[in-house]
């Protein structure tokens, strides 16, 4: 059972037709639906990362695309502000993975990451709200996967939280031929640990490669 925590999910793409969906909910309006919900949503986009990310990993359209996970049992978590960048997101994060753990998550899976109100100094795995929450999430049997960040080429360069976690697994991103990609954020945590742990092909690679998931934009 998989906890996915993004910015919303929009589950009338046809890739999540066999989507077997047990629970959602949005940590933003407090409510049910984790698909764009007014004006505001629908011109920033709200569910679009989202949508995309959980089709990569559990969409199904046969000949077209097989997600890793797509037999798994899903639990979908709109957390994620798009139109500003804000504390109260890792509140949503933390709570998020509150309510997954409580019903039942093997894993939790997210392609976020926070760093504008920390240092690189906090990201030493004790410091920032997701940072702990995972922790505590990992010590009562969820396998916490998240993004290492897409702080690569910029000023912080570094991973972000709760990538910097030392019970998460965290993961950069890879072009097609296996090279680093530019905006990968990279290790080590402030204290030395080495990370990402493992590096995959980034979103924006895949969907290059899939008309289906491409389209959807």
């Given at each position: 059972?998989?906890?996915?925590i993004?910015?919303?999910?929009?589950?009338?793409?046809?890739?999540?037709?066999?989507?077997?969906?047990?629970?959602?909910?949005?940590?933003?309006?407090n409510?049910?639906?984790?698909?764009n919900?007014?004006?505001?949503?629908?011109?920033?986009g709200?569910?679009?990362?989202?949508?995309?990310?959980?089709?990569?990993?559990?969409?199904?359209?046969?000949?077209?695309?097989i997600?890793?996970?797509?037999?798994s049992?899903?639990?979908?978590?709109?957390?994620?502000?798009?139109?500003?960048?804000?504390?109260?997101?890792?509140?949503?994060?933390?709570?998020?993975?509150?309510?997954?753990?409580?019903?039942?998550?093997?894993?939790?899976?997210?392609?976020l990451?926070?760093?504008?109100?920390?240092?690189?100094?906090?990201?030493?795995?004790?410091?920032?709200?997701?940072?702990?929450?995972?922790?505590?999430?990992s010590s009562?049997?969820?396998?916490?996967?998240?993004?290492?960040g897409?702080?690569?080429?910029?000023?912080?360069?570094?991973?972000?939280?709760?990538?910097?976690?030392?019970?998460?697994?965290?993961?950069?991103?890879?072009?097609?031929?296996?090279?680093?990609?530019?905006?990968?954020?990279k290790?080590?945590?402030?204290?030395?640990?080495?990370?990402?742990?493992?590096?995959?092909?980034?979103?924006?690679?895949?969907?290059?490669?899939?008309?289906?998931?491409?389209?959807?934009?």
């Amino acid at each position: 059972r998989i906890l996915y925590i993004d910015t919303g999910f929009d589950l009338t793409h046809e890739v999540f037709d066999s989507l077997n969906l047990i629970y959602q909910y949005d940590f933003i309006n407090n409510d049910l639906n984790t698909a764009n919900e007014n004006e505001q949503e629908v011109n920033d986009g709200q569910d679009y990362h989202g949508t995309l990310c959980l089709s990569v990993l559990g969409g199904f359209k046969e000949g077209s695309l097989i997600g890793p996970a797509f037999k798994s049992e899903f639990l979908l978590a709109k957390t994620e502000i798009v139109a500003e960048e804000i504390q109260a997101e890792e509140d949503n994060y933390v709570a998020a993975l509150e309510w997954g753990e409580e019903n039942g998550a093997d894993i939790s899976v997210a392609s976020l990451g926070y760093y504008d109100w920390y240092e690189y100094e906090d990201m030493d795995g004790n410091t920032a709200v997701t940072t702990v929450a995972v922790d505590i999430a990992s010590s009562l049997g969820v396998l916490c996967v998240n993004s290492a960040g897409n702080s690569g080429s910029d000023e912080w360069n570094y991973i972000n939280a709760p990538a910097d976690a030392d019970s998460i697994i965290s993961v950069g991103a890879v072009t097609d031929q296996g090279v680093i990609a530019y905006f990968s954020s990279k290790g080590p945590t402030y204290d030395g640990r080495i990370k990402p742990e493992v590096c995959a092909m980034g979103v924006s690679t895949f969907c290059a490669r899939s008309n289906t998931i491409s389209e959807y934009r």
